[in-house]
């Protein structure tokens, strides 16, 4: 079955249509449009400031939209945020659970925003504890769980009403990479049980591995949209050689001429093309320096957004 097809089988969980955020004078999202569709991973990627969290806040109804059309579950975010909250879970970016109570209690008090009645959130929190793999923690205070497990906690707390989209802000940010996997293997297990997500990060791996669909946002503008596969396919092609010292004069325009485009950070040439074989004769040939590997995610992100350094606005 077709993508296309898929998509017209699935309905719009987030439907933005030409969506404006300005805070004063400042325009943090630029006339962007996407849809979101159930049972979906949806990713945002994007520089610091480049209007990723504006936009989660529009979504989340914590900001208000300044233009345009901006519907979750087919309202208005602006004229039933109430009943769009409720539908939702969030975890943010920062870890704001209470450090005054336990691991248990932090999600019987949260299940209370939702109304939950307090037998059915006790069963949630202790179904979701061992989900999580925190059960033996569920007595332990917040200031005693390592950073790991307090994204687990947060991510456990945002599931507590059931949600129909969950919403990731830079879920895994400073983990070790044995809690980052395990993150991933819940939000995979996630995504089998068929919850939409919406997820911000700045690992690239995270991105290919979890979203089924991505969009690139840089200056608060729409970039990029498509598949991991996809975007790596039209924006970068399939290989690309790390060359690591100076070429040989001359080697890089011929290069060109066999498909392959070049970009030059630091002491190390980056060489994109389909045609990898044929450039790998070419170089070891000249007695280049040089490392043959499969494109990925990252390097569609760096030739959109570039390779210099961006400061948090």
Same mark, same amino acid.
């Given at each position: 079955m077709s993508l296309?097809?898929?998509? &017209? +089988?699935? %309905?719009?969980?987030?439907e933005a249509?030409?969506?404006?955020?300005?805070?004063a004078n400042i325009v943090a999202v630029s006339n962007i =449009?996407? &849809?979101?569709? =159930?049972?979906? *991973?949806f990713g945002f990627l994007g520089p610091n400031g480049a209007g990723k969290s504006s936009t989660m806040n529009m979504i989340t109804c914590y900001s208000p939209v300044t233009f345009g059309m901006l519907r979750v579950f087919g309202m208005d975010v602006r004229e039933e945020p109430r009943k769009i909250k409720a +539908? +939702? #879970?969030v975890v943010p970016q920062e870890t704001n &659970?209470?450090?005054? &109570? %336990?691991v248990y209690e @932090?999600? +019987?008090?949260? *299940? #209370?925003y939702f109304n939950i009645p307090k037998s059915m959130a006790s069963e949630r929190a202790v179904e979701l504890l061992e989900f999580i793999q925190l059960k033996d923690k569920k007595d332990e205070y917040i200031p005693n769980l390592s950073g790991g497990m307090k994204r687990r906690l947060l991510i456990a707390r945002a599931?507590? @009403?059931?949600?129909k989209l969950l919403i990731l802000d830079e879920p895994t940010t400073g983990l070790d990479p044995q809690s980052r996997h395990l993150v991933w293997e819940k939000l995979e297990l996630l995504k089998k049980n068929n919850v939409t997500m919406i997820i911000t990060t700045h690992y690239m791996e995270e991105a290919q591995r979890l979203c089924d669909r991505i969009m690139v946002i840089d200056r608060g503008s729409k970039i990029a949209e498509g598949t991991p596969a996809g975007l790596i396919q039209s924006v970068v092609s399939e290989d690309v050689i790390e060359l690591r010292d100076e070429p040989a004069s001359g080697i890089l325009e011929e290069i060109k001429t066999m498909g392959g485009y070049t970009e030059k950070w630091g002491n190390t040439t980056y060489i994109f093309s389909s045609n990898g074989k044929d450039l790998v004769n070419k170089l =070891? =040939? *000249?007695? *280049?320096?040089?490392?043959l590997r499969k494109a990925n995610l990252e390097d569609v992100y760096l030739k959109l957004t570039g390779r210099a350094l961006r400061e948090e606005n």
């Open positions: 296309l097809l898929k998509k &017209l +089988m699935k %309905t719009p969980v987030v249509r030409d969506l404006v955020k300005r805070y =449009s996407f &849809l979101v569709y =159930s049972q979906e *991973a +539908m +939702m #879970g &659970l209470d450090p005054d &109570l %336990t @932090n999600l +019987m008090v949260y *299940a #209370g599931l507590i @009403n059931k949600p =070891s =040939s *000249a007695g *280049a320096d040089f490392y």
